[in-house]
């Protein structure tokens, strides 16, 4: 592991209210570090952070990043953004301005601070990859003008200001590729096919399949993406990327609902819809890179583990407490 700063760090979490920044915020609070949430609460909710609220290490601010803000920090993660398809559709040129404005915002801020800033990136940047499985040198294959393209072509543009800025002015840059990512403090009405799998499976209702089920992923337990996090935002190599993070476990859709099904009520049927416009056939990240450059970062935690851990936080959770961020789930 590269060395750690004796004092404590001041830093910034963008996103931090979501599904990902609440265990980055929750790590570096338990960590020691003084951290800032900054969430404008689109997707993200205050009650996956309300834990943390009287520490005396953490501090929320409500805040869009579109519009630039002043804070004196160490370290910024920018993980800003609506990740979830019907999320991210439902006002496309504002997903777009979140990721274009606001990483311009955060590395302008990043540059007066003279701090290191890292940017999460996705996997769809690969678009519906003509390459299998899929290493950083892919440069991807994404339809530009298609209804995914506000997140995918946003990611990219992000990825490109990030280095532009890191050649133009020397910012400090780290920018990692997330691959599909679950775990405690998915929003049940997020849309996503864990969450979506796991709130239908423990209702008892059928569980929807888009497409035939054939389409695969690699799923990552949270605690192992925020784990490559913290190691590629202090790493001592002055490696900036971009890299994979994720699982190499490959499954399908259908292999996924059976493994939810049997956690859950059990028995569910299946239901069929259409494969939505653009939705990648295969999904599943080469992490050579990252087990390099990252002090041999791996995933450790299988499927069958992370899927009973994420099917009992939604067990004992109360849905009526949530409100969709849009109707698109």
């Not at 994404?142 to 050649?167: I, M, Q, S, W």
């Amino acid at each position: 592991m590269a060395a750690q700063q004796s004092f404590r760090k001041r830093i910034l979490v963008t996103g931090g209210a979501g599904f990902l920044g609440s265990h980055l915020c929750e790590r570096l609070v338990e960590e020691g570090q003084e951290v800032i949430c900054l969430d404008n609460l689109f997707t993200g909710v205050k009650s996956n952070i309300a834990h943390l609220l009287d520490r005396p290490n953490f501090e929320f601010i409500r805040h869009d990043i579109t519009v630039p803000i002043q804070l004196e920090v160490d370290q910024i993660y920018n993980l800003a953004c609506p990740a979830a398809p019907g999320h991210y559709q439902h006002n496309p040129v504002k997903t777009m301005q979140t990721s274009v404005l606001g990483i311009i915002n955060m590395l302008e801020l990043a540059k007066y601070n003279n701090c290191t800033i890292m940017q999460a990136s996705t996997s769809e940047c690969y678009g519906d990859a003509q390459v299998h499985p899929q290493p950083e040198s892919y440069w991807g294959n994404v339809n530009c003008t298609g209804p995914r393209a506000c997140y995918d072509e946003g990611k990219r543009a992000a990825e490109t200001l990030c280095f532009d800025h890191h050649r133009m002015y020397g910012t400090k840059v780290r920018v990692v590729r997330i691959f599909n990512t679950y775990g405690p403090r998915m929003h049940p009405f997020d849309g996503r096919v864990v969450s979506n799998f796991c709130r239908l499976a423990l209702s008892g209702k059928p569980i929807t399949i888009y497409g035939t089920g054939q389409q695969t992923r690699s799923f990552q337990y949270v605690s192992d993406l925020i784990e490559g996090f913290i190691r590629m935002m202090n790493n001592d190599k002055d490696f900036i990327g971009p890299v994979n993070l994720g699982n190499p476990e490959e499954f399908t859709i259908l292999e996924l609902a059976q493994k939810v099904i049997a956690l859950g009520a059990g028995g569910q049927d299946l239901t069929y819809m259409p494969k939505p416009v653009d939705d990648p056939m295969t999904r599943r990240p080469v992490i050579d890179l990252a087990h390099e450059k990252l002090d041999g970062w791996r995933p450790c935690v299988r499927l069958d583990e992370g899927l009973a851990k994420t099917m009992e936080y939604f067990r004992n959770l109360d849905i009526s407490q949530f409100r969709p961020p849009t109707k698109n789930y």
